[in-house]
Structures are given as C-alpha cells and as structure tokens.
C-alpha cells in the first residue's frame, strides 16, 4: 500500500526495462519511481504477464529484471490456472502492481473472466500502486489504440475506466499511434486524454494527472483534446526528468 493512502497509478509508455551488459536487462529509472510511490524501504511487488499469454519465458525474464530492486517480488499467472489460491488476498496485500505489455484486448477479457477487474479496483482504491507498460498502461484507462487484433491498429473502447482518459503509448516510435489517437479523439470515439512516448510514465494520483516522468532527454507526454468537429489538439507536457539508478 502507499503510506500516502492516495490512489497512484504509473502508465508507462514504452521503457520499462533498459540495455545491461551484465544482467541483459535492468529496471529503469521508471521502475524506481513507481516503488518509491509506495512509500516502503522494501515493497512487496506483484507482476502479471497475462498479456502475453504468462509463458514461462517472460515469467523469468520478468523476475531476472525485477530482482534487481530492493522489492520483495511475486508473480500472479492465470494459465493454465490462477498461480495463487487467493488472488484478492493476495494482490491487496501488495503494495505495487505491474502488469506487462502484449495484447491488452485479450488481457481485459481474461481479467474479467475471472474478476480481476474488480479486484484490481479495489486494491487501486486501497492504495496499492498500479503500474505497467503499454498493454499495462492501457489497461486502466478509458480505452486508446492497440495492435491486439493485428498489425493494424484499432479502437479499443473498453478498457476497465478507472481514468477517465484515452491513452496513448508508444507514441513515439510507432507511426500509426499519434494520428489514430488524434482521429479517435477528434470524432469522439474516444475522451480526451494523454499519451507517452518511449521511456516516459504517466503518473495519476486518484483520476487526476499529476505528471509525466521520463530519464530521456527528449522524449515527452502530450494531452489530446477535442477541437472543434472532427479534429483534436496535442498539448506536450514536459516531463520531470528522472535520474539514472
């Protein structure tokens, strides 16, 4: 739990992970920030790959790269079974939540399979911070763009909307984010709401953006917001700039 008792939720754009010669991969200077909105000297720290099917690859590539920080680092599966007895217990006494990128359509569908949408909004509400990259950081929001249904991205309108927002991720490096999130928002398929490019997080305290984060230099976050019939305006908002571990 946060010792702020505020609800925070950290959606990274892209960047989770950096280049490390020794380990493959370290943590980023991302992954820092979202433990230090817990308030604890050691967080206990659950990750979820269901976006990517939970194949036990990623399972260990996630605790290589998690097990780096001073956290105490669990994992909840849902294939072929939920890997926990309990998975509310278990992720409300958790103080950060991470949920990996993939397919978020997918995603969405098994979480409600199996009511972890609601469950994720109760531990939000009780101040386990919420975190994760593209798929993970999509999750929480209204809805925004995805490649879950091909290489061709396309509207996802149901995402669990405990931020009332669109959300852009990879904003960035993949071309086709920026203008379809413009067009979404413009005709009204999709709320105003923010996006992030590669190594940056947005950060909500409740349903309120407070800021962006990155450890780039030039890498930013932006607001989109209707403007007029059919179009939509994109604001950059700079974000704080975050040293290296």
């Known amino acids: 739990m946060s010792t702020d008792g505020q609800p925070h939720i950290l959606a990274i754009g892209g960047g989770t992970f950096v280049p490390d010669g020794r380990e493959g991969v370290a943590p980023s200077p991302l992954m820092r920030y979202a433990l230090d909105l817990t308030g ?133 490096s993949d071309p086709q984010r920026r203008p379809l999130l413009q067009q979404l928002v413009g005709e009204g398929t999709l709320p105003g709401g923010y996006a992030a490019d590669e190594s940056v997080g ?12 990155s450890y780039k230099q030039d890498a930013g976050a932006y607001r989109v917001e209707p403007d007029g019939p059919g179009t939509a305006k994109e604001t950059r908002l700079e974000p704080r700039r975050l040293a290296a571990l």
């Open 40 to 172: 604890q000297d050691r967080p206990r720290m659950c990750f979820l790959t269901t976006a990517v099917g939970d194949g036990a690859e990623y399972v260990a590539r996630f605790y290589a790269g998690f097990s780096q920080l001073d956290a105490e680092v669990s994992h909840l599966s849902l294939f072929p079974m939920p890997s926990v007895a309990d998975m509310r217990e278990h992720l409300l006494t958790q103080d950060l939540i991470y949920v990996s990128g993939g397919s978020v359509a997918n995603l969405l569908a098994l979480w409600r399979l199996h009511g972890l949408d609601e469950i994720m909004r109760e531990a939000w509400q009780e101040g386990v911070v919420l975190s994760g990259q593209s798929a993970g950081a999509l999750c929480w929001h209204a809805g925004g763009n995805t490649d879950s249904f091909g290489p061709q991205l396309r509207p996802l309108t149901d995402g669990l909307g405990f931020l009332p927002y669109s959300c852009g991720v990879h904003y960035d």
């Open 202 to 213: 947005l950060h909500y305290v409740g349903t309120e953006f407070v800021q962006a984060v």
